[in-house]
């Protein structure tokens, strides 16, 4: 897979201007970002479906906690038709700093997903579920899609050990977030030893690198541009992680708390250089093109992740050329 990430943050025609310039730049996915202080995904697909030919598309990931199994399966079964069956799913745990705007919890994410998964592709076929857990937002009874649809890709995204070790077992692929080169292949190694004792044939599992990436001739405005995405992963990111990079639990925590609370500008200042390094690929086409080669190299797939550069449309070029 040669994917890139699209996030609504302009609007919905200027992203369609976008996706078409991907599609002929090469790339064969686009993922559009899910958060509630962007425009909506859904919608957003829509007009790429209108606007692009054959590159599959989806969103790139909604999370099972703020749109319901059953909405999705919905969503999902309409943008298939919509692109002529060109829909593919990212679908993952959500980000708890943005879950705690909703008032919702960021508990049984293996559960969440597991279920959902398996909800989706059992009303995709036309099937009748019923299924209740009181502890989680994961009830329906008797419900059914008026139409069915032929298969949709799912792919999980992930930074850590557990749910990439979920997405061997259930999932066609993972959308693995990180662009640091070792933590790539460890992650490689782990999911080809989770598939083995599936008897899971790796050939049938797509390890898909989704990567902060920013590139500009000016470096100084590509590192500027990736620091939002970095101070959500570095939210985000286990205390595991963080130590192997020798980043502080504080420093994580007080990026997280700002979160938290909506001050996004204040969590972005805290991001360091350090932190960019590890966590994005930014710089000059010279830099950016050498990192990304070395990680294609290694899985073979990859997503170009938000926010590609400071001009996103001169970024979707540049980087397509990077990846013939």
Sequence with gaps: MKAIELTPELPPHEI??????????????????????????????????????SIKIGPGVVNPYTTHPLTLASQMAT??????????????????????HFGLKHTDTLLHLSKTVEILRSLWAGNQVTYENPGTNLTLHNARL?????????????????????????????????????DISTAIEYADACLSLTKRPSDEFDFSAHACVS????????????????????????????QSHNIGPSTANSIRSLIHEGNFQQA?????????????????????????AEIYDRTGSIVIGYPLGPDPATAISTIGSFLD
Excluded at 158 to 182: D, M, R, V
Excluded at 268 to 292: A, H, Y
Aim: overall charge negative; proline content about 3%.
């Design 146 to 182: 008026n139409f069915t649809v032929d298969h949709i890709p799912i792919y999980i995204g992930t930074q850590g050990k557990n749910i990439l070790k979920l997405s061997t077992e259930i999932a066609e692929g993972t959308l693995f977030n990180a662009t640091n080169y070792q």
């Design 79 to 100: 943008l298939w038709e919509l692109s002529n069956g060109r829909a593919i799913l990212g679908i993952g745990a959500g980000d708890r700093s943005m879950l705690s």
């Design 268 to 292: 972005f200042q805290k991001v360091t250089d350090d932190m960019l390094n590890i966590f994005s690929i930014s710089g000059p086409p010279e830099v950016v093109s050498t990192r990304l």
């Design 16 to 53: 369609a201007n976008l996706s078409e310039l991907a599609e002929s730049s090469g790339f064969d996915t686009i993922f559009t970002s899910c958060h509630y202080n962007n425009r909506d995904p859904f919608l957003t697909l829509a007009q790429i479906a209108n606007s692009t030919n």
């Design 215 to 242: 590139v500009d001739s000016n470096s100084s405005k590509a590192k500027s541009a990736s620091r939002p995405s970095v101070a959500f992963i570095v939210a985000g990111a286990s205390t595991e992680l963080l």
